[in-house]
C-alpha cells in the first residue's frame, strides 16, 4: 500500500533495535541531481584495500553500500528457501555476517562468553572459533550482545565485542595477532546497549568508537598491525552508528555519530574539524543510523529528529542545508541512496520511505509486509529482512515502489536485527537464533538459466 506525505500514519513509540546503516556516495560532477548514484567508501587506498572480488569484508559491503550484483534475480528466493545450503543454530547477538576466502564469520554470546566462529560457506561447517569471558546485560529486552560486526581487511578480522574486547584474528587459521580489553583500564564502562558501532579501516589504522564522556575518548584509533593506541579523541559518550571515512582534497576524513551528534575528525591524528549537534529528547532513544555521503553532502537520521542535510566544507567544517522531522525518521534502519532518492524505514509508522535528498520531501511511502528492517540492492531491486524473520522483495521505480513478493512465514527464528550478506552466490542471513545459507546466483552463474 502507498501512502503520501498527507496520509502519514502515526503510531505509538517502536522498540529500540541494534543495527547499523549506510555509507555511499554522489557524482561529484552533479551533487544535488535529481538522479543520484553511489561512490565506493572512503579513500581509494581504503577501498582498494577492503573490495575484494566476491567478499563481504564489512557491514556494507565490497563497496561500503549494500548493493550486490545487478544481474541477482531476488525473486529466485520464492524457490531457494525451500533449498536450504545449511541452517545453523547459533549464539545471540545482534552483529552482521562477514564473509572471506570462503568463509562466512560471525560474532555471538553463548553463556558467559563471546565466541567469535568461522563456517564454510559453501558447506556451513565450523572453520575455527575462538571465546573470551564476558559479563555484559543489557537492562533491557535486548540481546547480551555482540552487536558490532566484524571488519576484514588483508587476511585480519577485527572484532569489537560488547564491553570493549577487542581482537584481531588471522582470517584462514583463527590465530590470534593481537587482543585488548578496555575494561581493563579500569575507569572504562559502556552503555545499556553495550558497543554497537562497527569498526572501519583508515590506512593502517582501524577506527572504533567506543567512548564515554570523560572517560576514553569516544574514537579510537589502533594500528591494525600491533593493536597499540595511535590517537584518541571526542568527549562525548559512543553511539551504535559506524564512522564514515573518505578523502577530500587529499586529507582522510571521518565523520562520526556519537551520542551527542556528528563530529569531523582528520583520520590521521584525531583533530576535530567540525561539530553538529544531533541528539533526540526521547529517553533511551540512542543515535544508532550511518550517516550517508554523497561528495560533499552528508545526511544523518533518527528517530524523534527526523532527516537532516549538511554541507562537509573542505575543511572538514560541517553546515546544515536543511532539517526535516517528519519525513524520514530512521531509528536504526539503513539508509540507501539510490537514483529514486535516499531510501529508509520511518521509525513513526514503520514505512519503508523515500524522500528527495534536495529538501526532504516525501516522494513515496510503502507499507511492506516483511515490516521495517535492513535492506540490500540488486539492480532495482530491493531485499529488506524485517525485525520478524519475513523477507520482502521491493521493485524500485523512479517515482513509486511496490512488493513483488514477501514470505509467508519468518525465514529465521527470533529477532532480525542483521544485515544480511552476499558473496559466491550465497546469501547470507542472521537472527539471534540462527544462521542460513541460501543459493542465489548471478543470472550469469545460474546453470539452470543457462541450460
Not at 550486490?68 to 547477538?93: C, H, M, Q, Y
Not at 524522500?355 to 516522494?363: C, F, L, M
Not at 540492492?377 to 513483488?404: F, H, K, M, P
Amino acid at each position: 500500500m502507498m501512502t503520501s506525505l498527507r496520509d502519514f500514519r502515526k503510531a505509538a513509540l517502536p522498540l529500540f533495535g541494534l543495527s547499523f546503516f549506510f555509507l555511499s556516495g554522489c557524482r561529484p560532477e552533479d551533487p544535488v541531481q535529481k538522479t543520484f548514484t553511489n561512490e565506493p567508501l572512503g579513500t581509494e587506498t581504503q577501498v582498494q584495500s577492503v573490495r575484494v572480488a566476491r567478499d563481504w569484508p564489512t557491514l556494507f559491503g565490497p563497496y561500503g553500500n549494500s548493493e550486490i550484483p545487478r544481474d541477482v534475480d531476488f525473486l529466485r528466493l520464492k524457490d531457494e528457501l525451500s533449498r536450504e545450503k545449511w541452517r545453523i543454530a547459533i549464539g545471540t547477538g545482534y552483529s552482521s555476517p562477514v564473509i572471506s576466502a570462503g568463509q562466512v564469520t560471525v560474532t555471538m554470546r553463548i553463556a558467559d562468553e563471546e565466541v567469535v566462529r568461522s563456517y564454510d560457506l559453501d558447506q556451513g561447517q565450523v572453520k575455527w572459533e575462538a571465546r573470551w569471558p564476558t559479563s555484559f546485560e543489557c537492562p533491557y529486552d535486548y540481546s547480551n550482545g555482540p552487536a558490532s560486526t566484524p571488519l576484514l581487511v588483508d587476511g585480519r578480522l577485527y572484532v569489537l565485542g560488547a564491553e570493549g574486547a577487542m581482537r584481531c584474528f588471522d582470517i584462514l587459521t583463527g590465530e590470534l595477532v593481537w587482543g585488548r580489553h578496555l575494561m581493563n583500564a579500569g575507569d572504562f564502562s559502556v552503555g545499556p546497549f553495550g558497543l554497537g558501532s562497527s569498526p572501519q579501516i583508515a590506512g593502517e589504522h582501524v577506527i572504533f568508537q567506543v567512548g564515554q564522556a570523560d572517560q576514553h575518548g569516544c574514537l579510537m584509533a589502533i594500528n591494525r598491525s600491533t593493536g597499540e593506541t595511535v590517537w584518541t579523541a571526542v568527549e562525548a559518550a559512543a553511539s551504535c552508528s559506524t564512522p564514515v571515512i573518505f578523502e577530500r582534497n587529499g586529507k582522510v576524513m571521518l565523520i562520526a555519530l556519537t551520542d551527542l551528534g556528528l563530529v569531523s575528525v582528520d583520520a590521521r591524528d584525531g583533530e576535530v574539524l567540525g561539530e553538529y549537534p544531533f541528539r533526540s529528547r526521547i529517553p533511551l532513544q540512542i543515535n544508532a543510523t550511518t550517516p550517508v555521503r554523497q561528495h560533499s553532502k552528508l545526511w544523518v537520521s533518527a528517530y524523534g529528529l527526523g532527516t537532516t542535510a549538511l554541507e562537509i566544507a573542505s575543511d572538514g567544517a560541517l553546515a546544515k542545508l536543511w532539517s526535516h522531522k517528519r519525513s524520514l525518521d530512521s531509528q536504526y534502519n539503513n539508509l540507501l541512496m539510490r537514483p529514486e532518492g535516499l531510501i529508509g524505514f520511518s521509525a513513526r509508522g514503520h514505512d519503508l520511505t523515500c524522500i528527495d535528498p534536495r529538501d526532504g520531501t516525501v516522494i513515496w511511502q510503502l507499507a511492506c509486509p516483511s515490516g521495517r528492517g535492513n535492506s540490500i540492492t540488486a539492480g532495482n531491486q530491493l531485499l529488506v529482512l524485517g525485525e520478524t524473520g519475513i523477507i520482502s522483495v521491493v521493485l524500485l521505480e523512479a517515482d513509486s515502489a511496490r512488493v513483488l513478493y514477501s514470505s509467508s512465514a519468518p525465514v529465521l527464528r527470533g529477532r532480525c536485527f542483521s544485515m544480511p550478506a552476499y558473496s559466491q552466490d550465497t546469501l547470507v542471513l542472521r537472527s539471534d537464533q540462527e544462521l542460513v545459507g541460501l543459493h542465489l546466483p548471478t543470472r550469469s552463474n545460474d546453470k539452470r538459466v543457462s541450460e
